[in-house]
């Protein structure tokens, strides 16, 4: 099946304690893309990768890193998690960036105190 | 830079009447626009996309949307809703004909069906 998986789903941590969030997908797709979804803002981009060894922020990068290593997986990666980072978090893939649909992956609820 | 404005966060609509999703942008440059729709606890899903082309995009779902660049707007439209359309719409846009593929979202609009 088609899809793009997410791991954790769910996560409370600690400020401070470095965490890696995972995100592949079996598509194929050379685009991936990291968003975080908070009450009222909507989602905000966070990093995203045209393909491997290629990333880009996008409007809320600051606190997170990315790698895209193999073409399959993006990982997101926060070394040193604060509480404004508590959110709902998606990886998206698209065969090719924007003009092609992008899928998105269930979703990960971070909670950091 | 570009941005995208939901005017509306939230919009009841009694059942099977006709309901429209306001959304405007501002970008200096030729845009991508797309609506996404996420159910309660689930992720986004397109809805349609304007990339170029006719003004008028069909959606999924019986969704249409109108691009006007005059006006620079992207309105999301359904002439007769189903209970099943109750969730969270989003506007976004993109810059992607100048290969910049990052994307902005607006803040959502929750579409409430009402019996």
């Known amino acids: 099946e088609a899809q793009v998986t997410q791991n954790p789903r769910y996560l409370i941590t600690v400020t401070g304690k470095k965490l890696t969030v995972t995100c592949s997908q079996n598509?194929?797709?050379?685009?991936m893309s990291w968003y975080r979804q908070d009450p009222g803002l909507g989602l905000r981009q966070i990093y995203y990768s045209m393909n491997v060894e290629v990333t880009d922020k996008g409007d809320v990068p600051e606190g997170y890193k990315v790698s895209r290593k193999e073409k399959r997986n993006f990982p997101l990666i926060l070394e040193s998690p604060s509480p404004n980072q508590t959110s709902l978090y998606f990886c998206a893939s698209s065969l090719y960036g924007l003009e092609s649909e992008q899928y998105f992956g269930p979703g990960t609820r971070l909670t950091v105190t | 830079a570009q941005s995208v404005t939901q005017l509306d966060s939230q919009v009841p609509v009694f059942e099977e009447a006709p309901v429209e999703l306001r959304c405007n942008y501002s970008?200096?440059?030729?845009?991508?626009l797309f609506w996404y729709v996420q159910y309660p606890n689930q992720g986004l899903q397109l809805l349609l996309k304007y990339l170029s082309g006719s003004t008028l995009v069909k959606g999924i779902n019986g969704f249409e949307a109108e691009f006007n660049k005059s006006q620079t707007s992207f309105h999301l439209r359904k002439p007769s809703v189903h209970i099943s359309d109750t969730a969270e719409y989003f506007c976004a846009v993109s810059e992607g004909m100048n290969r910049d593929d990052k994307i902005i979202f607006g803040k959502g609009t929750r579409l409430h069906i009402l019996p």
């Open positions: 970008s200096s440059v030729s845009v991508y």
């Open positions: 598509m194929n797709h050379e685009y």
